[in-house]
Every structure is written in structure tokens, then in C-alpha cells.
């Protein structure tokens, strides 16, 4: 039965007089539903019809405790009651202070935090900061990055430039500084029978390489670690994180990781980094640093890099780079409420039986003649269609298959949103074992709608 949703109308016309949407072809609404949103609970989200939606993609990728979730809502009232904001250059308050101990102890080797207030401006911060700290230490010919094809590191220039989503990318190109891109550990190319932990340390050999050739010249690395999200959920072994520790200190470089959609527990660790018992120099954190609820971004770093600043005024070595809105109180308050519940409730351990049930229920999509893969990690799972399943001809982006998936879940009451031609889940932990059997479910029936043809 189709769903009503006339109730919706208003807010659709209103919406769509005014607001430009991000990351979207605003001529598509001619066609596809607004869907207006009224209210949410846990992994449900309900439009102004009575229509509920449930959150498969938390949100894009934000949402770790589900919508309105009662102990962060109660934190950031609390918050609320007593300061909602100060500057924090030469100011200070009781969340960031209690946020940045909390970060630096589940980091260990990471003392310092410097926040900002999106995913994105942490990327350039740590960009600024690599390249800084080198100039500051008489290296000023270090003054490049190096990183992975596939990658996705957000959408300011700087961010945009160390990606390499081509839909992204290739209209800006001429704005970008020139980067170094070496091959990505992606498994979805591994050969036949090649495990994942061969393949990405098979092509650790190109990284190897680039760094050989062009350290003098290079501040950084900058990965997404274990999997690179907006890059099709394409995923690799942690012994690429590995390798790529030692060879970055043997070379001099710095090594960013990018966990700001892998981290919180994404990967089925806390951080990603974890699973190869590395420490990056720089850490870049966001998206479910909140629990998904207020704009916040972090770059925690060590003492050797803060101490690359620390000089006196007038020798210039400052790092002078901030955001209105850096380490707001509201938001860091729902960050602590956040780590407060995967304290309390063991939620990495818990965890493991969501994914387990999930990977389980999406690996039923493999005999699919139009599925060439489903892949895992942690609390992420990824069905990759394809027009041949011998061949792995993909079928062309033209085509919009995904979006055909994505409609069926609208009307199916599942909130899907395929990367091209990759099905994913990636919903809040507080999902239960029939509702992502519903999620799979749906997606199951959007792949048998997309791919009939
Ligand atoms: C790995 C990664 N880095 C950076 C970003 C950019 O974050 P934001 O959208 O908050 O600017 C994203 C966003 O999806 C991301 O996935």
C-alpha cells in the first residue's frame, strides 16, 4: 500500500522556495520526494504525515545512540542552564576541559586537542598543523601530502584536495594544491584467493615508494583508516596502517588519520587505529564525537608536535587558526554524555552481537546474481551490485541504480542511501536484531526492484 504523504505538502513547497540542499540536484525534487521530518526516537525518524523512517545511515554516518536520546538530551539542557557559549581563546570551560581529559586517555600518546566545528575544518587543521610544525623546525621544504586513491576527506579546498572522489573533485580541480596519490589497499581488486592482509600489504609497495621518492618534500600522509566511507565502503586490513606507521617514521613524515567517520566505534574498536596498535601524529574526530547531535571536530596530536609551536609571541610560531564556534559548550557537553554512555553501557562490546547479526543477515545478499561482494567491518556492512557478477562490470553511474533503492526504502519505511552502486548499512548501535532484519530486508527488495533490468 502506498504511504500518504500529504501532510508533508506545506513544508515540501516551503522547503523547496528556500533552502538549497547540500550534496544534492536540486532539479531531482521534481521528481523525488522531500521528505520532512517532524520528529525522531531512536532509530526512527517520522515525517508530518506519520510516516517512519528507519535510520540506516544514522543520519549520514552522526547518529551513534539514536534520535532524542534522553541521557544527551538531559546533558545539553543541563548545559544549557548555565552556558551555551564562549569564546575560547583566552576563555575556557568546565566541557572542553572535561572532553579533551576524556579524549587524551581513550588516545593514549595523543595529549593535546584542538578543536573546530566540522569534519572538514579538522582535516585542514591537521594539514596546517603538519605543514606548520615542520616549518617551524627549519623544514621548510616540506610542504606536500601524500594520499590513497578513493579517498574522501571533505569538501573545504584543502580537504577536497587530499580526496580523490572524482564527483567531487574533478569540477575544482584548478583551486586545489597538488597532492601525491598513490594506490589505495581497497580489497574489493584483491586477486582471487588473495587474503585482505596480502593484498593491502601488497600494495604498501606504491606507498613505499612515494615515500622514497618524495619525503623531503612531504609534511604528511592522510588516510580514512580501515575503511574509506565516501569512497564506495571500500575497506582494507589494518596491516596497511601498520607498515604505513614504520615507513612514515623511518621517512620523517607525519601520518594524519582521518577517523572522523571510522571512529566511536564505527570499526567495531573505538578507533580504527586501535586494530594496528598504531598512533597517528595527528587524530581527526567529528561526526559521532556528539553522538551525532551538535556540530564539533577535533584534531588530538602529540607534545612533540604542540611543543613545535610553543615559543615566544614574537618569533611568529603560533598556531593562529580558530572557528567561531570552536569547543562550544552544548556541544562538547553531548560528546561527554556520549562517551558516558559507551562507558556505562559497553557498547564495543555489545556491539560485536549487532554486527555479527547483521553481517550474517547481509551476507544472505551474496548468491544475488547482481551482487559482486558483501563486505564487513565492525558496524559496517556493504553490498557492492553489479551489471556482470563474472566480470564485475559495474553498471553505469548514468543508470542511478542506487537511487532506485533508495525510493523503495522510502516507501518501505527504511532510510537507505547507496553510494553509487554500493549498498551499505551503518545505523545507530541502538538498533535491534529485527529492525536491521527489517533494513536488510528492504534493501534485499531495492536491490530485486534496481537490478531487474
Ligand atoms: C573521512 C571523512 N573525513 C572528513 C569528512 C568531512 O566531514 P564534514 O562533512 O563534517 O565536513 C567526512 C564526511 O563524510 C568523512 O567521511
Same mark, same amino acid.
Given at each position: 500500500?502506498?504511504?500518504?504523504?500529504?501532510?508533508?505538502?506545506?513544508?515540501?513547497?516551503?522547503?523547496?522556495?528556500?533552502?538549497?540542499?547540500?550534496?544534492?540536484?536540486?532539479?531531482?525534487?521534481?521528481q523525488?520526494?522531500?521528505?520532512?521530518?517532524?520528529?525522531?526516537?531512536?532509530?526512527?525518524?517520522?515525517?508530518?504525515?506519520?510516516?517512519?523512517?528507519?535510520?540506516?545511515?544514522?543520519?549520514?554516518?552522526v547518529?551513534?545512540?539514536?534520535?532524542?536520546?534522553?541521557?544527551?538530551?538531559?546533558?545539553?539542557?543541563?548545559?544549557?542552564?548555565?552556558?551555551?557559549?564562549?569564546?575560547?581563546?583566552?576563555?575556557t570551560?568546565?566541557?572542553?576541559?572535561?572532553?579533551?581529559?576524556?579524549?587524551?586517555k581513550?588516545?593514549?600518546?595523543?595529549?593535546?586537542?584542538?578543536?573546530?566545528?566540522?569534519?572538514?575544518?579538522?582535516v585542514?587543521?591537521?594539514?596546517k598543523?603538519?605543514?606548520?610544525a615542520?616549518?617551524?623546525?627549519?623544514?621548510?621544504?616540506?610542504?606536500?601530502?601524500?594520499?590513497?586513491?578513493?579517498?574522501?576527506?571533505?569538501?573545504?579546498?584543502?580537504?577536497?584536495?587530499?580526496?580523490?572522489?572524482?564527483?567531487?573533485?574533478?569540477?575544482?580541480?584548478?583551486?586545489?594544491?597538488?597532492?601525491?596519490?598513490?594506490?589505495?589497499?581497497?580489497?574489493?581488486?584483491?586477486?582471487?584467493?588473495?587474503?585482505?592482509?596480502?593484498?593491502?600489504?601488497?600494495?604498501?609497495?606504491?606507498?613505499?615508494?612515494?615515500?622514497a621518492?618524495?619525503?623531503?618534500?612531504?609534511?604528511?600522509?592522510i588516510?580514512?583508516?580501515?575503511?574509506?566511507?565516501?569512497?564506495?565502503?571500500?575497506?582494507?586490513?589494518?596491516?596497511?596502517?601498520?607498515?604505513?606507521?614504520?615507513?612514515?617514521?623511518?621517512?620523517?613524515?607525519?601520518?594524519?588519520?582521518?577517523?572522523?567517520?571510522?571512529?566511536?566505534?564505527?570499526?567495531?574498536?573505538?578507533?580504527?587505529?586501535?586494530?594496528a596498535?598504531?598512533?597517528?601524529?595527528?587524530?581527526?574526530?567529528?561526526?559521532?564525537? $556528539?553522538?551525532?547531535?551538535?556540530? +564539533?571536530? /577535533?584534531?588530538?596530536?602529540? #607534545?612533540? =608536535?604542540?611543543? !613545535?609551536?610553543? @615559543?615566544?609571541?614574537?618569533?611568529?610560531?603560533?598556531?593562529?587558526?580558530?572557528?567561531?564556534y570552536?569547543g562550544?559548550?552544548?556541544?562538547?557537553?553531548?560528546?561527554?554524555?556520549?562517551?558516558?554512555?559507551?562507558?556505562?553501557d559497553?557498547?564495543?562490546?555489545?556491539?560485536?552481537?549487532?554486527?555479527?547479526?547483521?553481517?550474517?543477515?547481509?551476507?544472505?545478499?551474496?548468491?544475488?546474481?547482481?551482487?559482486?561482494?558483501?563486505?564487513?567491518?565492525?558496524?559496517?556492512?556493504?553490498?557492492?551490485?553489479v551489471?556482470?557478477?563474472?566480470?564485475?562490470?559495474?553498471?553505469?553511474?548514468?543508470?542511478?541504480?542506487?537511487?532506485?533503492?533508495?525510493?523503495?526504502?522510502?516507501?518501505?519505511?527504511?532510510?537507505?542511501?547507496?553510494?553509487?552502486?554500493?549498498?551499505?548499512?551503518?545505523?545507530?548501535?541502538?538498533? $535491534?536484531?529485527?529492525?536491521?532484519? +527489517?533494513? /536488510?530486508?528492504?534493501?534485499? #527488495?531495492? =536491490?530485486?526492484? !534496481?537490478?531487474? @533490468?
Amino acid at each position: 500500500m502506498k504511504r500518504s504523504t500529504e501532510a508533508n505538502d506545506p513544508y515540501v513547497a516551503r522547503d523547496l522556495a528556500h533552502v538549497w540542499h547540500p550534496c544534492t540536484q536540486m532539479k531531482d525534487h521534481e521528481q523525488l520526494p522531500m521528505v520532512p521530518i517532524r520528529r525522531g526516537s531512536g532509530v526512527w525518524l517520522e515525517d508530518f504525515a506519520g510516516n517512519r523512517y528507519l535510520d540506516a545511515i544514522s543520519s549520514w554516518w552522526v547518529n551513534l545512540f539514536g534520535h532524542a536520546n534522553r541521557r544527551i538530551n538531559a546533558a545539553i539542557t543541563r548545559q544549557l542552564e548555565s552556558l551555551e557559549h564562549v569564546i575560547l581563546a583566552g576563555f575556557t570551560h568546565k566541557p572542553v576541559i572535561a572532553l579533551s581529559e576524556a579524549l587524551t586517555k581513550l588516545a593514549p600518546g595523543l595529549t593535546r586537542c584542538f578543536y573546530a566545528d566540522n569534519g572538514s575544518s579538522a582535516v585542514e587543521v591537521a594539514l596546517k598543523m603538519s605543514f606548520h610544525a615542520w616549518r617551524n623546525a627549519g623544514h621548510t621544504a616540506k610542504r606536500r601530502f601524500i594520499t590513497l586513491t578513493n579517498s574522501y576527506h571533505g569538501e573545504t579546498l584543502g580537504a577536497l584536495a587530499v580526496g580523490d572522489v572524482e564527483l567531487y573533485k574533478s569540477t575544482y580541480k584548478p583551486l586545489l594544491m597538488d597532492v601525491i596519490t598513490v594506490p589505495s589497499p581497497d580489497c574489493y581488486e584483491r586477486e582471487t584467493g588473495e587474503s585482505w592482509a596480502e593484498h593491502s600489504r601488497r600494495k604498501f609497495a606504491h606507498m613505499e615508494a612515494a615515500l622514497a621518492e618524495h619525503a623531503h618534500e612531504v609534511a604528511a600522509v592522510i588516510v580514512e583508516p580501515l575503511v574509506q566511507c565516501a569512497g564506495n565502503m571500500r575497506m582494507y586490513d589494518p596491516v596497511y596502517l601498520r607498515l604505513l606507521r614504520d615507513a612514515c617514521n623511518r621517512h620523517r613524515v607525519h601520518l594524519i588519520a582521518d577517523e572522523i567517520a571510522v571512529g566511536f566505534g564505527r570499526t567495531g574498536t573505538m578507533f580504527a587505529c586501535e586494530q594496528a596498535g598504531i598512533q597517528p601524529d595527528f587524530l581527526c574526530l567529528s561526526k559521532g564525537l $556528539t553522538g551525532g547531535y551538535l556540530p +564539533l571536530s /577535533v584534531v588530538l596530536t602529540t #607534545e612533540a =608536535i604542540y611543543a !613545535a609551536f610553543y @615559543d615566544e609571541y614574537v618569533k611568529l610560531n603560533a598556531f593562529l587558526h580558530s572557528h567561531s564556534y570552536t569547543g562550544n559548550p552544548l556541544a562538547c557537553a553531548a560528546a561527554l554524555a556520549s562517551l558516558a554512555i559507551f562507558r556505562e553501557d559497553e557498547i564495543i562490546e555489545r556491539n560485536r552481537a549487532l554486527a555479527a547479526h547483521m553481517g550474517a543477515r547481509a551476507r544472505e545478499l551474496e548468491s544475488h546474481p547482481h551482487v559482486a561482494e558483501v563486505r564487513q567491518t565492525g558496524m559496517i556492512v556493504a553490498v557492492e551490485l553489479v551489471r556482470n557478477r563474472t566480470t564485475r562490470e559495474p553498471y553505469d553511474w548514468r543508470e542511478r541504480r542506487g537511487l532506485r533503492i533508495y525510493k523503495h526504502g522510502l516507501e518501505r519505511g527504511v532510510l537507505l542511501r547507496p553510494i553509487g552502486n554500493v549498498v551499505y548499512f551503518m545505523p545507530p548501535y541502538v538498533i $535491534t536484531p529485527e529492525e536491521i532484519d +527489517l533494513m /536488510v530486508e528492504v534493501a534485499r #527488495e531495492g =536491490i530485486e526492484i !534496481a537490478t531487474c @533490468d
